[in-house]
Nanobody
Framework: QVQLVESGGSTVHSGGSLRLSCAASGLAVSSALIAWFRQAPGKAREGVACINTYGSIEYSDSVKGRASISRDTGENTVYLQMFDLKPEDTAIYYC????????????????????WGQGTQVTVSS
């Protein structure tokens, strides 16, 4: 059974940084397509970064240059480091994993992912 557990969300000031963690069980993060999504109040869920088994990465335009996705295969964890945070980054951040056969793909589409964590809240104050 696949489980994804996010942590690291907090309240930070505008311009600050933080690192979110997604600890996985039931799958190897090195062998899967893993993504970070976020959902702000009243808005649709948005894909912000993903990494596939080859280490290829994609970022959304909204975070490009201010975010870095990485993984630690020993910890079986995927990270999202965010810099220069803005109030519009305030959202619940979710980790998601695609089906095993999608390991080589890159996608920020919500419908590509079948496993989801419970989310972690990030609040950026101005």
């Amino acid at each position: 059974q696949v489980q994804l557990v996010e942590s690291g969300g907090s309240t930070v000031h505008s311009g600050g940084s933080l690192r979110l963690s997604c600890a996985a069980s039931g799958l190897a993060v090195s062998s899967a397509l893993i993504a970070w999504f976020r959902q702000a109040p009243g808005k649709a869920r948005e894909g912000v970064a993903c990494i596939n088994t080859y280490g290829s990465i994609e970022y959304s335009d909204s975070v490009k240059g201010r975010a870095s996705i990485s993984r630690d295969t020993g910890e079986n964890t995927v990270y999202l480091q965010m810099f220069d945070l803005k109030p519009e980054d305030t959202a619940i951040y979710y980790c998601a994993a695609a089906a095993a056969e999608d390991f080589s793909m890159l996608s920020l589409r919500e419908d590509r992912y079948i496993y989801w964590g419970q989310g972690t809240q990030v609040t950026v104050s101005s």
